[in-house]
């Protein structure tokens, strides 16, 4: 049998999914030459890394593993507390007890590709979610701290099964009846909540660059309604459109109008 050259070695490793590396470590553990040898060094790096990531997300499900006697154990975070612009959005999720979704992290630290992938994982994945999404003027109208509140008792409210115990990101959400466990940080240190945090984050930034196309001047494909000077400046030359929060933009708005965009 002739023996496979170096580069066609390295097209196998290459297309290998983690899961099979450690047969591609023993198919060719035994061949001596140097660039065989530093890619089963590769492929044992990998593992370590995978190994180092599943501890990980293990130690991140340790509030669900805690309160699982009790039922349906739900995370709840939330998404867009800071911008001028847009919804507020919470997520709320529910994960199978046996779930293990590698790289769950606070969204924050996760690039938008690693979001958008995670999103599909755990809306596929998870035993239920929901999404809350409470609009700039309702939050104007209640402020922003009660249309979190809102938002979160939407998502809760859209799970489609009732939880026995709500994990939550800081905070205790008024008017549920549900046992809740506030938790600081909570985005990175519950598998649960660091899930509701993507699909908040991700469901919110689509629906920003979905009104970047109507209103392409204020940048919200890249800024997500949050105040960068280029957005800013674009507010004091235009005026607000519809999706500004009047409340968050007074200190550099004098008052609104009715003329204001798209009103």
Known sequence: MTENTIGQIKNEYQAAGLHMLPDFIRKYESDTRAGVQKLIAAAHKQLGWLEAERERIYQMGEYERQYAQHGFVCGIDEAGRGPLAGPVVAGAV?????????????????????????????INQ?????????????IDEINILQATYEAMREAINNLG???DILLNDAVTIPGVKIRQVPIIKGDAKSVSIAAASILAKVTRDRMMEQFDQKYPEYGFAANKGYGSKAHIEAVKRLGPC??????????????????????
């Not at 998870?126 to 309702?138: D, L, P, T, W």
């Not at 929060?245 to 009103?263: A, L, M, Y």
């Open 94 to 122: 529910i994960l199978p007890k046996d779930s293990e979704i590698l790289y769950l992290n606070d969204s924050k630290q996760l690039s938008a590709k690693k979001r958008e992938e995670l999103y599909e994982v755990i």
């Open 126 to 138: 998870a035993a239920a979610y929901g999404i809350g999404i409470v609009s700039c003027r309702r």
């Open 161 to 163: 099964v009732i939880p």
């Open 242 to 263: 519809e999706i500004h929060r009047k409340t968050f933009i007074t200190h550099f708005v004098s008052g609104s109008s009715p003329n204001d965009r798209g009103q």
